[in-house]
């Protein structure tokens, strides 16, 4: 899939812009804060309606408009058949304080008012849509923030892959609401529907976990291969679950306490879904006391986490700036990899900040492999490069293609 166009509306600092990109690599230069990472944020939230930069809709709107819009046009060819697809969102408020932003997205000018609805929908159909793999300065909270971030991250890599994981993970946010609801009330003579909800969200549980666990075998054979060729010499890289209930799992489940070190002898076998079921209820009969007291479930896919390891220490806490910045190069260059031998398709790869968040020997690297690469790619940066790809000079929200000259050198 080939963004052909791209079409921005009253979008963050931008008041209308056409970008016709190259299908292979486009450099969008310029200085800080004149719109660079508004076109890659865009094709960010038309991939996955969210932005890789802020939470709220309505700081996507231009100040002193009440709307926005975001449009691409899409071609694919697949089995000798070329696709087009029309790809828009909308963002809409009635008062000018925006409190209240309305999300509206479109596929071939069919809209979607849910998230869900947009994303099965794209998800289930690779010609509707593309999908965008984004390495950009909040990464780091992959590694240093809070696990609902990396939650939310495995749950984005596996559903663009599996269209059932995102279905089995929306019926499992149900039963958990709703499983909640009766801990909530405190009232032990509802054990029985307790157990009812249980029992489902055991079985959601374990189907969840087998899919993240096979994402993780696959990442385990190219992870740490990634890394030495970005900084060779480097301890090895591992990706690692954290559960409070999973059993061990040699290199890819550990206990959620034993965060300090740990040590790495090969791959085990994934357990089998008898096994994950049965350790998901001795888990829960532990702790059903104190979920009753909190109120809320404490054992799921919801409270799972997952990290990365140096050598055999964790490299939250530990590892440099450098050597996370190198660990997360090679996490997104495996889920390009990843994707791409799962689904047969191309993702977009977009890089933002380019100029910043890499030093010059991890930039070199970058940059061979966008020249080797075919998928698509949009870099930002602040310097301009002496490697082949398309140029864009970007000043005060305008687009248009670079020449070289002074205004493309470093700002």
Same mark, same amino acid.
């Given at each position: ?16 812009? $056409? ?7 486009? +450099? ?24 890789? &930069?802020?939470?709220?809709?309505? !700081?996507?709107?231009? #100040?002193?408009?009440?709307?926005? =819009? ?8 697949? %089995?000798?058949?070329?696709?087009? /697809? ?12 925006? =409190? ?30 593309? !999908? ?8 780091? %909270? ?7 971030? &990396?939650?939310?991250?495995? @749950? ?22 709703? &499983? ?17 909800? /249980? ?7 374990? $189907? ?5 666990? @096979? #994402? ?9 291969? /990634? ?11 591992? #990706? ?65 986490? #997952? ?28 889920? $390009? ?7 047969? !398709?191309?993702?977009? +790869? ?26 698509? /790619? ?16 970007? +000043?005060?929200?305008?687009?248009? =293609?670079?020449? !070289? ?5 470093? +700002?």
């Amino acid at each position: 899939m080939i963004v052909e166009k791209l079409i921005l509306k009253n979008f963050r600092n931008i008041r209308e812009s $056409i970008f016709v990109p190259s299908p292979t690599v486009n +450099f969008l230069v310029g200085p800080n804060g004149q719109g660079k990472t508004s076109f890659v944020e865009a094709l960010g939230i038309l991939s996955t309606l969210r932005s890789f &930069r802020d939470s709220k809709s309505a !700081h996507l709107i231009r #100040w002193g408009q009440l709307s926005s =819009e975001i449009c691409c046009y899409l071609t694919s060819t697949q %089995d000798s058949e070329v696709w087009n /697809t029309e790809l828009k969102v909308s963002f809409f408020t009635q008062d000018e304080k925006r =409190e209240h932003v309305t999300k509206v997205a479109f596929i071939n000018g069919k809209p979607y008012r849910s998230s869900t609805q947009f994303l099965s929908r794209r998800f289930g159909s690779f010609e509707l849509g593309f !999908h965008s793999i984004i390495f950009n300065p909040s990464d780091h %909270d992959l590694v240093r923030g809070d696990p609902g971030i &990396r939650r939310a991250y495995l @749950n984005r890599v596996i559903a663009a892959e599996d269209i059932d994981y995102l279905k089995t993970l929306q019926k499992c946010q149900r039963v958990l609401e709703q &499983r909640n609801t009766v801990l909530k009330a405190g009232d032990g003579i509802q054990k029985a529907i307790l157990d009812g909800f /249980t029992e489902q969200l055991g079985k959601l549980t374990v $189907i969840l976990t087998q899919k993240r666990l @096979n #994402w993780a075998q696959r990442l385990v054979g190219r992870l740490n291969e /990634t890394l030495q060729r970005i900084a060779p010499g480097q301890p090895e890289l591992r #990706w690692v679950i954290l559960s409070n209930w999973l059993p061990e799992i040699q290199d890819l489940a550990i206990n959620n306490n034993k965060l300090t070190s740990v040590h790495f002898s090969g791959q085990g076998p994934l357990p089998s879904l008898e096994l994950l079921e049965r350790s998901f209820w001795a888990k829960v009969s532990a702790l059903e006391g104190a979920e009753w007291r909190v109120g809320h479930s404490l054992v799921g896919p919801h409270r799972d986490d #997952w990290a990365l390891f140096l050598g055999n220490q964790i490299l939250k806490g530990h590892g440099s700036q450098g050597e996370v910045r190198s660990a997360l190069l090679a996490l997104k260059l495996c889920e $390009i990899e990843l994707f791409r031998n799962f689904t047969g !398709h191309r993702p977009l +790869f977009l890089l933002d900040d380019f100029s910043s968040e890499l030093d010059q020997r991890r930039r070199l690297f970058l940059l061979k492999f966008l020249m080797e690469t075919d998928l698509q /790619t949009f870099v930002t940066t602040t310097e301009d490069t002496s490697f082949s790809g398309k140029r864009y000079w970007v +000043f005060s929200g305008v687009i248009e =293609e670079g020449r !070289h000259d002074d205004r493309t050198k470093t +700002f």
